[in-house]
């Protein structure tokens, strides 16, 4: 969904892949049902508000999201600080030895390089909005990566800088549907860049990164290095 100039052959793999994950998620919350165990699914099945619980349906799409949204980006968040980290020849092995700096660091590096560039969002009643008219079914594009870079919220803006605070980088959203995982992301983080350049120090590029030609996800499709 996520892809220019897809093709019929994938959109067809992609509803098959999309419908066997179901049958397979099917299983396993009737497992789950008449056994529940320490685990998120469990706790969906057990969750309530006002007497309701969430319908098969939705425990399947809420699945979904969480392991959709948990991945790609984190993934992504991963290979772009590792490429601006060994870009910029910032230190990264002492920075992250300090829980404060290392959390300073990862604000940074999603600030300066945001692994989604891209929501959308639709118009639900005509609007006038900054001298902008507004159509009701209108998409609007809200644009992270740049808004990340905004000279009015950013002092030197293109520049990685590990110790900057206060740093209101947009890279998880805002509002009502701010990012679920962002703490989970920082600490996975913190912890994986803390053991690959403790494992690593004398990690360096070998060849120029390849960003992927994507939209809405923005990622490397090859980070080549030494060590
Ligand atoms: C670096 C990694 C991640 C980034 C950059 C990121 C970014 C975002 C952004 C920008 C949104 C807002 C979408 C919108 O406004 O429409 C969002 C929502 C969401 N994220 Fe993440 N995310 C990341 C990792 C994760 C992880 C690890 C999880 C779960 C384990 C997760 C779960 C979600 C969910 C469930 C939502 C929807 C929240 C809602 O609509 O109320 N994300 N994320």
Not at 166 to 178: A, E
Not at 206 to 213: A, E, G, K, V
């Amino acid at each position: 969904m996520y892809q220019f100039g897809r093709t019929r052959k994938a959109e067809d793999l992609a509803v098959k892949g999309t419908n066997e994950f179901v049958v397979y998620l099917k299983t396993y919350i009737a497992l789950r049902r008449n056994k529940p165990q320490d685990d998120l699914i469990s706790l969906l099945i057990a969750a309530e508000t006002d007497g309701q619980t969430l319908s098969e349906d939705e425990l399947i799409s809420t699945c979904i999201l969480i392991l959709n949204a948990g991945h790609e980006a984190t993934v992504h968040a991963l290979g772009n600080g590792v490429k601006a980290i060994l870009e910029e020849g910032i230190d990264a092995r002492s920075l992250l030895s300090d829980i404060a700096r290392g959390e300073r660091l990862v604000e940074e590096l999603l600030r300066f390089d945001a692994p989604l560039h891209l929501f959308t969002r639709y118009v639900l009643e005509d609007l006038e909005w900054q001298g902008i008219s507004l159509k009701k079914g209108d998409e609007i594009g809200l644009m992270l990566g740049a808004a990340n870079r905004d000279p009015v919220r950013f002092v030197d803006t293109d520049r990685l800088d590990p110790s900057r605070e206060p740093n209101p980088q947009q890279s998880f959203g805002g509002g009502f549907h701010f990012c679920v995982g962002a703490p989970l992301v920082r600490l996975e983080m913190r912890v994986a860049l803390k053991v690959l350049f403790d494992r690593l120090p004398n990690l360096r590029l070998s060849s120029t990164p390849l960003y992927r030609d994507v939209y809405h996800f923005h990622g490397l499709e090859r980070l080549d290095v030494k060590f």
